[in-house]
């Protein structure tokens, strides 16, 4: 249920930052919000703050000395990172915390993306940071509902400009606070990957149907950040099941291309016992930003703008052979039962005949590679198909209401 007047854990370094975070304190005050003060500062100890930074480096199994003593910057913000996630998760299986606001530079920051990642998805978490939408910043360490806004002019002291910011931080993270609903979990969820609506179209007949089955439907779009946070929420275990038919980021990721979801892709709901059904959507193509120089792999092969911001290109034929063994490679890891569907007339709408990503003998390469590469290691039907058409959808129905009928689907809130 939204809060009137909730309660946000801040933090920050208070040796070094006391006066931006007593002016965030008080713009939280002005929006009728509470405050809890983080100090995880190492280099003297701060008044006026609610948890110290003695007890921050306490949780983390260490004390503020010994940390000192480490003469390792590094060393020294994990150890802190290490006892804020810990008290921060503590705070909020306490009912304390309604949500997350936390201030720094690249120090701050690393030690933000960890205690954001030990919250629950729901509770706001707004980062406002001087390296913000930096490519700084993996894309494997961010949660997947985390708002950073960029901390303008505010490396030292309050000027107008950062109080700007720093205002428009404490708003972003009070006013999600009071509005958020967090997750019930009522229905089972069930957790499926696609790119688009136009490229990609089972979604539009599984959703209804998974629905009329008793389960809620979350659809992520693979462009390298909905991967992330598809993976993220799998290895949580928050599905009851996933739906993976659309690897297209494990081909960037294999390809070079920055548009990826992570080393883990593919990787989070088997390692986490979910049950997964996986298809190789969009495999067959590569995604890139639009404005960087084209990989090398790519400079002879023919480019697709999408828009101003991402270009696919026809993945090669040892690109697509590379992919479909890595897929069995890492569905073998799953500890949970696991299936894949390949369509083999086609895995995404650019891929048939006439269409400007037709390929055959790349397709054929592909299918041959992940049939013998599965022998013995993972469980594939083969689909005379394209994955877009209705027979793909049957397939996918079949395999997981018989999973169901066997108990073989974890089952979360209410029953299916």
Known sequence: MAKANPTILLIGTADTKMDELRFIQHCIDGLYGKHILMDVGVLEGATGVDISNNQVAAAAGVDIPSIIAY????????????????????????????????????????????????????????????????????????????????????????????????????????????????????????????????????????????????????????????GRAFEGLAAQ????????FSLQELSNLLGGSAVHAGETRLLGAGLSGTPQIVAPGAIDMIDMPTWAPVPDALKEVDIRTHNRLISCAASPEPMRRLVAREIVARMSQSTAPSCFILPKQGVQAWDKAGEELCDESGKAAFNDELIASAAGKIDVIELDAHINDDAFVDAVLAVFDDWLARGLIKVKGAAA
């Open 237 to 244: 275990g928050v599905f009851s099941a996933v739906m993976d």
């Open 71 to 226: 003469h390792d910057e590094n060393a020294a913000m994990s150890a802190m990172a290490l006892g804020a996630s810990r008290l921060a998760a503590e705070l909020y299986a306490q009912g304390s915390i309604d949500g997350l606001l936390v201030l720094g530079g690249t120090m701050g920051t690393d030690l933000a993306l960890d205690v954001a990642s030990a919250l629950p998805l729901g509770i706001p978490k707004v980062v406002l940071s001087t390296v913000s939408y930096s490519p700084l910043i993996p894309t494997d360490r961010i949660p997947p509902d985390l708002t950073m806004i960029l901390w303008a002019g505010g490396l030292y002291g309050l000027n107008s400009l950062c109080k700007a910011t720093l205002s428009q931080a404490a708003g972003a993270v009070v006013g999600a606070a009071q509005a958020a609903l967090i997750p019930t979990f009522d229905k089972p969820i069930i957790g499926m990957t696609s790119l688009g609506k136009t490229c990609l179209k089972y979604m539009v007949k599984l959703k209804p149907a998974l629905e009329q089955r008793g389960f809620e439907v979350a659809v992520f779009h693979t462009t390298g950040m909905g």
